[in-house]
């Protein structure tokens, strides 16, 4: 895609509501086996709220839809591949927990080689209720030029 793109540029801000099943899935299919991701009453016993987020299950697509972020930064589905991901956790999210936030471009770049690719890091901030930062996930994209 040729449109011009910038560091700053923004998604539409997102909220929604963490789904007890959709983190007992998570935890099934990554092979879990702490009860805290199963159990209800063994996450209270533990001292949470409800069953608890295992690390990665958050990610920019688990509460905002996946196709503005294309539009947006103007990424070519058909030439990008996921890159590398990370995850700051700052506090426990549970299921119940109502998060919102935003994806930002943080970094723009080019990589030369074989294939010349642009790099796009997107930084995303869930927000608790109380507005406190719970989990920041970076996802890096390639997007072949050619």
């Not at 983190?23 to 805290?36: G, K, S, V």
């Not at 199963?38 to 608890?52: E, I, P």
């Not at 970094?107 to 074989?114: A, I, N, P, R, V």
Request: negative net charge; contains cysteine.
């Amino acid at each position: 895609m040729t449109a011009e793109r910038s560091i700053g540029m923004t998604l539409p801000p997102f909220r929604g509501v963490n789904e007890r099943a959709k983190i007992i899935e998570y935890a099934q299919a990554t092979h879990l086996r702490n009860p805290i991701y199963f159990d209800t009453q063994a996450a209270r016993a533990a001292g949470f709220r409800d069953v608890v987020a295992p690390l990665g299950f958050l990610n920019p697509f688990s509460l905002q839809p996946r196709g503005p972020k294309f539009e947006v930064f103007r990424i070519n589905e058909h030439k990008a591949l996921a890159g590398e991901w990370s995850w700051d956790h700052h506090a426990e999210v549970c299921a119940g927990d109502e998060l919102h936030g935003q994806s930002v471009l943080i970094e723009l770049g080019d990589k030369q080689g074989k294939r010349p690719m642009t790099v796009l890091v997107i930084e995303t901030k869930y927000m608790n209720e109380k507005n406190e930062n719970v989990v920041t996930v970076r996802d890096m994209t390639l997007e072949f030029k050619e």
